[in-house]
């Protein structure tokens, strides 16, 4: 599939889609090229023959805009949600709804159901807060409410949390998780990742609804696994330091380190308690 979809987004014109403003970078650069990882969103969407896609991060709309030119379907639909509006010509595209506001709220969850009414949607595009606790919520909310059949995630592994994130969903997901950029290292950079999820193939209904709820439970199994093995290295730790402090031959850098270690282990447990995924 990421091979198949690479080909042929290489084949589509994305002239006009612009990465924009480079938050990364100083204030005043800009992007008018397409990113590679773009040919191969529209590569995925014409292969796979996506009609109904869900975009939570627009940033300048170039994702969109290479998503849209991949879709060959003539009632192609894309809602695209970020917190900022940088490009007001976005709402002048045919088939393109943009929101505004932040898409683990109550509203923005409303518009989105309203938008695209029972049935599932195609394709889920996740860009947005590169943090673990909103993007996995980002995932958990809209696998179960929009039913994806795919998912694209960037960034999986661009810092620790996000790598805490992909490591959750492919303990959820197992082979259905693939890392795009091991299978072609041109879509993305390494040090950022590009996720692809296969959720469900096209089923019934009642199949495909029986199967959201069994990957949300599979998700909640996983971040409670991980929170287990947290808490008792947590608890390890908090043992060592305690019978190490009273060496008084110990280097204190490497009581430090410890003392490090558990403080970092006690923000991902935070992390993991802190996620509220619907029932």
């Known amino acids: 599939m990421v091979r198949g979809a690479w080909a042929i987004g290489e084949t589509i014109n994305l002239s006009d889609a612009w990465y924009g403003p480079k938050h990364w970078k100083e204030p005043d650069s800009f992007s008018s090229t397409p990113f590679p990882y773009y040919y191969f969103l529209a590569g995925l969407v014409r292969s796979q023959g996506c009609s109904r896609i869900f975009e939570i991060g627009t940033h300048y709309g170039g994702s969109a805009r290479s998503m849209l030119h991949g879709?060959?379907?003539?009632?192609?639909?894309?809602?695209?949600?970020?917190?900022?509006?940088l490009n007001p010509a976005l709402h002048a595209l045919p088939c393109v709804v943009k929101l505004t506001g932040d898409a683990n709220g109550a509203e923005a969850i409303q518009e989105a159901m309203d938008k695209f009414g029972p049935e599932p949607i195609d394709l889920l595009y996740i860009d947005a807060d590169h943090k673990f606790a909103p993007t996995i919520t980002n995932l958990g909310l809209y696998s179960l409410l929009l039913k994806p059949r795919l998912v694209v995630i960037d960034d999986i592994v661009l810092n620790e949390g996000m790598r805490d994130f992909w490591n959750v969903v492919r303990a959820a997901y197992g082979s259905d998780a693939i890392n795009c950029v091991d299978v072609v290292p041109e879509i993305r950079s390494e040090k950022?990742?590009?996720?692809?999820?296969?959720?469900?193939?096209?089923?019934?209904?009642?199949?495909?609804?029986?199967?959201?709820?069994?990957?949300?439970?599979?998700?909640?199994?996983?971040?409670?696994?991980?929170l287990d093995s947290l808490k008792r290295e947590h608890n390890n730790l908090d043992i060592a330091i305690t019978e190490l402090s009273s060496w008084s031959q110990l280097d204190d850098s490497h009581l430090q380190e410890l003392k490090k270690r558990k403080l970092t282990i006690g923000e991902a447990i935070a992390k993991l308690e802190g996620i509220q995924l619907p029932d």
């Open 71 to 85: 879709a060959t379907e003539p009632n192609v639909q894309l809602v695209t949600i970020d917190v900022t509006d």
């Open 192 to 226: 950022c990742g590009f996720g692809l999820l296969r959720l469900r193939r096209h089923l019934p209904t009642m199949d495909q609804n029986r199967e959201s709820k069994s990957e949300m439970r599979d998700i909640r199994k996983a971040i409670d696994v991980n």
